[in-house]
């Protein structure tokens, strides 16, 4: 009986033991989460609403136990939290595994006491405001997901720590201000990697051949380094890249053949390099849904297999040394977003098909060698907001429906030589802030719908054939700033209600048929810094107002103007802006005659002024 009574009895002080046990590692648990909550501050006040003494720490929000009610994950990221991680309690979780902090303002210091935390397989500290280096992490073995991107860390990282993280998946320590270091040996080693983010991180030196071990690769962004030499053929070993980003480096030499094996690329970025040779290795990579190559040395002919890819949205090649036709069928397959291929030797038409989907927003095409027409599939590219293509060699009726695009913000089409009107479609434009269409065979009258396009800032139809009068509706345009109409053929006057478009800072008409007088109203356009009315048949005085404006620029010359030149105007600068107007006289400008006699009495005002 004793004997089964003391057994019972250690029995019971061993379940005594043990659920004390329990317990105790229960409460600690509660403790350390309880500290963690009081070091992190949240604007936002339910963040810990549910984190109180009262509560099983498995039912805090954020907080994931295992069967045995042991905390297993903690995950906080974007919750708006503050405050310095006390790594030191933390890590006292025994079976943490998960401890997801990411997007959040945490600062201070990242202590080596993370290396108690032996079983964590996924470490986000990423998008944080640490400071100092991160800390040496080698017992961390287990890791799969390791993000410290973002998060504000310098010095040198603890590559090293790298070596025993064989299960390591995904990698992004990008954007930081770590020291300038060559490309970490230790990367090559993880061969389970299937994204590899180092962006932004101070790599120098040469991309390493034994990148191409790296064969799980998914995502590979190593843009904004300093990373130079060429791109090792090796990467064309990385069968499943998806994602690479290379742009923003020193990067040389031409695309290495191989890369072209890379058929599950969708996204290809090596921008803002000095890459040279062809685009042919290319060719290949029909799945590309994004490939961005701008300021490069590429040259050679746009392949025309790009013409069939299927599921391309934005091309970007701008200024490269790119030659030939584009193909016509380039952009027609998919949803297709934005081409930007200007500053290049492109020649032949411009690809009709690229908005088919109706879901292109920029089409920019200048300072090339295009010609042909305009194709009128854009008059129907509801969602284009910027159509340019200036400086090439354009010809043909300009599509008018372009003109009255829904949201179009930019129509750029000078130098070249398009034909056709300008349209009261344009009434439709309720976007529309520029027009820049200087030097081509413009014609017709500027439609007094344009009134209707009241965000109007900059209107330039200078160096065309347009002809009738400017419309007296023009004054509606409360926006515009720059109104350039000069060497055209506008004939009626300069409508008075041009006084009333207050933000107007540069006008320019000259070389027009203008005629009758200088509008007076002219004079209250406070902001108003340059006007030229030169080269017309504007007659008439010159309206004394025009005397408050602060000109920096006023050329009135070759028009028939009589009359005296107002006393504020007749100072040296402006000594050229009268010329060949032979009814002007001046006290002041040698070059003029003598105004006719006036009474003494005002002769004695005018010098007891001066
Ligand atoms: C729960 O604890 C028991 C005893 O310590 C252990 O055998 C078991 O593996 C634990 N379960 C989990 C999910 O950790
Ligand atoms: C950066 O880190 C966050 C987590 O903080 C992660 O979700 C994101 O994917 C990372 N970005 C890149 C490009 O690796
Ligand atoms: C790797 O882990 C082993 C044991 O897991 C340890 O002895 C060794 O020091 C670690 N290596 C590094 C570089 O930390
Ligand atoms: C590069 O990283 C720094 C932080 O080191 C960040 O402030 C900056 O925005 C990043 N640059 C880019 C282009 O993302
Ligand atoms: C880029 O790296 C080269 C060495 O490859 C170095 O000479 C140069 O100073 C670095 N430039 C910057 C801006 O870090
Ligand atoms: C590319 O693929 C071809 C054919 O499959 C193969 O012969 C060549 O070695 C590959 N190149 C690279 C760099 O992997
Ligand atoms: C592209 O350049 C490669 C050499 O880099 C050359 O072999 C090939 O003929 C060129 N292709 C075209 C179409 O010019
Ligand atoms: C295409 O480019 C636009 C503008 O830069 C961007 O907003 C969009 O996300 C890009 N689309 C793809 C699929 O990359
Ligand atoms: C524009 O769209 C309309 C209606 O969808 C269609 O009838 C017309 O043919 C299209 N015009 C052009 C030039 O694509
Ligand atoms: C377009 O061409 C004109 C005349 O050749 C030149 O003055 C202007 O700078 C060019 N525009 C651009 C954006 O290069
Ligand atoms: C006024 O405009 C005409 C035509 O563009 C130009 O020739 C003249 O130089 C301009 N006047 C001044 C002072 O710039
Ligand atoms: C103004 O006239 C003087 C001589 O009378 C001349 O030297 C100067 O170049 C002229 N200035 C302008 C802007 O025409």
């Given at each position: 009986m004793s004997a089964s009574n003391s057994s019972k009895q250690l029995f019971s002080f061993y379940a005594l033991f043990f659920f004390s046990l329990i317990c105790s590692i229960k409460s600690d648990e509660l403790q350390v989460l309880l500290k963690l909550k009081s070091a992190l501050q949240s604007s936002n006040p339910d963040a810990f609403s549910s984190w109180d003494s009262g509560h099983s720490p498995c039912r805090f929000s954020g907080i994931t136990c295992d069967a045995n009610e042991t905390v297993t994950q903690i995950e906080l990221s974007n919750r708006m939290l503050a405050g310095v991680l006390p790594f030191d309690s933390i890590c006292q979780l025994q079976s943490l595994e998960k401890l997801s902090m990411g997007f959040n303002s945490l600062y201070g210091a990242v202590t080596e006491d993370l290396n108690n935390c032996v079983k964590l397989q996924y470490l986000d500290l990423g998008n944080n405001a640490f400071t100092g280096a991160f800390p040496k992490i080698s017992s961390l073995n287990k890791l799969?997901?390791?993000?410290?991107n973002k998060s504000g860390f310098s010095g040198t990282f603890p590559w090293k720590s790298l070596k025993n993280m064989s299960n390591l998946v995904q990698l992004s320590i990008g954007d930081n201000p770590f020291d300038p270091i060559p490309f970490p040996e230790e990367v090559l080693k993880l061969k389970k990697l299937n994204w590899l983010y180092m962006a932004n991180c101070s790599l120098q030196g040469q991309i390493p051949v034994g990148i191409g071990c790296l064969t799980e690769l998914i995502d590979l962004e190593l843009s904004d380094n300093n990373l130079s030499g060429g791109i090792p053929a090796e990467i064309g070993k990385l069968q499943k890249l998806w994602m690479l980003e290379l742009y923003n480096n020193e990067i040389?030499?031409?695309l290495p053949s191989g890369l072209?094996?890379?058929?599950?690329?969708?996204?290809?970025?090596?921008?803002?390099?000095?890459l040279e040779g062809n685009l042919s290795e290319l060719r290949t990579?029909?799945?590309?849904v994004s490939l961005q190559l701008f300021a490069n040395q590429f040259s050679g002919q746009v392949p025309a297999e790009f013409g069939e890819f299927k599921k391309l949205v934005n091309l970007s090649l701008y200024k490269n040394q790119l030659t030939g036709p584009l193909p016509q069928k380039l952009g027609s397959w998919a949803k297709f977003d934005f081409i930007d291929v200007s500053e290049n030797f492109l020649s032949g038409p411009i690809p009709p098909e690229m908005c088919k989907q109706g879901t292109m927003k920029a089409l920019l095409m200048l300072q090339n060698r295009f010609t042909g027409e305009i194709p009128a599939s854009y008059a129907n590219c509801s969602g284009l907001q910027r159509f340019r293509v200036s400086n090439n060699s354009l010809s043909g009726t300009f599509p008018s429906g372009i003109w009255g695009l829904p949201v179009v913000k930019l129509i750029d089409i000078e130098f070249n030589q398009i034909e056709g009107e300008i349209t009261s479609d344009i009434k439709n434009a309720k976007t529309l802030e520029t027009i820049t269409a200087g030097h081509n065979k413009l014609?017709?009258?500027l439609p007094e719908e344009i009134s209707q396009a009241a965000a109007l800032v900059k209107v330039e139809l200078n160096n065309n054939r347009l002809s009738g009068q400017i419309p007296d509706a023009i004054g509606e345009l409360k926006h515009l700033s720059s109104l350039k109409l000069q060497s055209n053929s506008l004939s009626g006057s300069i409508p008075a209600?041009?006084?009333?478009?207050?933000?107007?800072s540069d006008v320019n008409v000259a070389d027009n048929s203008l005629s009758g007088k200088i509008p007076s109203s002219l004079g209250s356009l406070l902001t108003l810094s340059s006007l030229n009315l030169s080269n017309n048949k504007l007659s008439g005085q010159i309206p004394e107002s025009l005397s408050s404006l602060r000109l920096s620029l006023l050329d009135l010359s070759n028009n028939e103007l009589t009359g005296p030149i107002p006393q504020s105007l007749s100072i040296e600068a402006y000594n050229g802006s009268f010329s060949n107007n032979p009814g002007l006289c001046s006290e002041s400008v040698r070059l003029f005659p003598r105004c006719p006699t006036e009474t003494d009495m005002s002769k004695d005002v005018r010098n007891k002024t001066r």
């Amino acid at each position: 009986m004793s004997a089964s009574n003391s057994s019972k009895q250690l029995f019971s002080f061993y379940a005594l033991f043990f659920f004390s046990l329990i317990c105790s590692i229960k409460s600690d648990e509660l403790q350390v989460l309880l500290k963690l909550k009081s070091a992190l501050q949240s604007s936002n006040p339910d963040a810990f609403s549910s984190w109180d003494s009262g509560h099983s720490p498995c039912r805090f929000s954020g907080i994931t136990c295992d069967a045995n009610e042991t905390v297993t994950q903690i995950e906080l990221s974007n919750r708006m939290l503050a405050g310095v991680l006390p790594f030191d309690s933390i890590c006292q979780l025994q079976s943490l595994e998960k401890l997801s902090m990411g997007f959040n303002s945490l600062y201070g210091a990242v202590t080596e006491d993370l290396n108690n935390c032996v079983k964590l397989q996924y470490l986000d500290l990423g998008n944080n405001a640490f400071t100092g280096a991160f800390p040496k992490i080698s017992s961390l073995n287990k890791l799969q997901y390791l993000y410290l991107n973002k998060s504000g860390f310098s010095g040198t990282f603890p590559w090293k720590s790298l070596k025993n993280m064989s299960n390591l998946v995904q990698l992004s320590i990008g954007d930081n201000p770590f020291d300038p270091i060559p490309f970490p040996e230790e990367v090559l080693k993880l061969k389970k990697l299937n994204w590899l983010y180092m962006a932004n991180c101070s790599l120098q030196g040469q991309i390493p051949v034994g990148i191409g071990c790296l064969t799980e690769l998914i995502d590979l962004e190593l843009s904004d380094n300093n990373l130079s030499g060429g791109i090792p053929a090796e990467i064309g070993k990385l069968q499943k890249l998806w994602m690479l980003e290379l742009y923003n480096n020193e990067i040389r030499g031409k695309l290495p053949s191989g890369l072209g094996n890379l058929s599950n690329l969708e996204f290809f970025d090596a921008s803002m390099n000095y890459l040279e040779g062809n685009l042919s290795e290319l060719r290949t990579l029909t799945n590309l849904v994004s490939l961005q190559l701008f300021a490069n040395q590429f040259s050679g002919q746009v392949p025309a297999e790009f013409g069939e890819f299927k599921k391309l949205v934005n091309l970007s090649l701008y200024k490269n040394q790119l030659t030939g036709p584009l193909p016509q069928k380039l952009g027609s397959w998919a949803k297709f977003d934005f081409i930007d291929v200007s500053e290049n030797f492109l020649s032949g038409p411009i690809p009709p098909e690229m908005c088919k989907q109706g879901t292109m927003k920029a089409l920019l095409m200048l300072q090339n060698r295009f010609t042909g027409e305009i194709p009128a599939s854009y008059a129907n590219c509801s969602g284009l907001q910027r159509f340019r293509v200036s400086n090439n060699s354009l010809s043909g009726t300009f599509p008018s429906g372009i003109w009255g695009l829904p949201v179009v913000k930019l129509i750029d089409i000078e130098f070249n030589q398009i034909e056709g009107e300008i349209t009261s479609d344009i009434k439709n434009a309720k976007t529309l802030e520029t027009i820049t269409a200087g030097h081509n065979k413009l014609t017709g009258e500027l439609p007094e719908e344009i009134s209707q396009a009241a965000a109007l800032v900059k209107v330039e139809l200078n160096n065309n054939r347009l002809s009738g009068q400017i419309p007296d509706a023009i004054g509606e345009l409360k926006h515009l700033s720059s109104l350039k109409l000069q060497s055209n053929s506008l004939s009626g006057s300069i409508p008075a209600s041009l006084g009333s478009c207050v933000s107007l800072s540069d006008v320019n008409v000259a070389d027009n048929s203008l005629s009758g007088k200088i509008p007076s109203s002219l004079g209250s356009l406070l902001t108003l810094s340059s006007l030229n009315l030169s080269n017309n048949k504007l007659s008439g005085q010159i309206p004394e107002s025009l005397s408050s404006l602060r000109l920096s620029l006023l050329d009135l010359s070759n028009n028939e103007l009589t009359g005296p030149i107002p006393q504020s105007l007749s100072i040296e600068a402006y000594n050229g802006s009268f010329s060949n107007n032979p009814g002007l006289c001046s006290e002041s400008v040698r070059l003029f005659p003598r105004c006719p006699t006036e009474t003494d009495m005002s002769k004695d005002v005018r010098n007891k002024t001066r």
